[in-house]
Nanobody, 125 residues
Framework: QVQLVESGGGLVQAGGSLRLSCAAS????????MAWFRQAPGKEREFVAG????????YYADSVKGRFTISRDNARNAVYLQMISLKPEDTAVYFC??????????????????WGQGTQVTVSS
């Protein structure tokens, strides 16, 4: 069982940066692949970035590649999303997710069993 709590969202101007954090409870955090998803108003929740359990491989949506960086600290039971060069289209609620998903399915939201409550990111133009 894993409980996830996101933080770090806020309002930022286009071109700015934010760092999201996801704190996880539970002693088995290190076995889970982790991901960030986002959901804009009226749109489906979409994959943003993923990272395997040992942090050795990361995955990104094309729309954020080169601007966002996912990382994790298994000693602190935490995963992070560093976002730079933010654009208005990055505005969304960002969710942290955990699951025993294969790397093949790491972009599939249906494969994740644990979700946080989300944190709002708003990028003004």
């Amino acid at each position: 069982q894993v409980q996830l709590v996101e933080s770090g969202g806020g309002l930022v101007q286009a071109g700015g940066s934010l760092r999201l954090s996801c704190a996880a409870s539970g002693r088995t955090f290190s076995i889970y692949n982790m991901a960030w998803f986002r959901q804009a108003p009226g749109k489906e929740r979409e994959f943003v970035a993923g990272i395997i359990s040992n942090g050795g491989i990361t995955y990104y949506a094309d729309s954020v590649k080169g601007r966002f960086t996912i990382s994790r600290d298994n000693a602190r039971n935490a995963v992070y999303l560093q976002m730079i060069s933010l654009k208005p289209e990055d505005t969304a609620v960002y969710f942290c997710a955990a699951g025993q998903v294969t790397t093949w399915d790491i972009r599939s939201r249906s494969r994740y069993g644990y979700w946080g409550q989300g944190t709002q990111v708003t990028v003004s133009s």
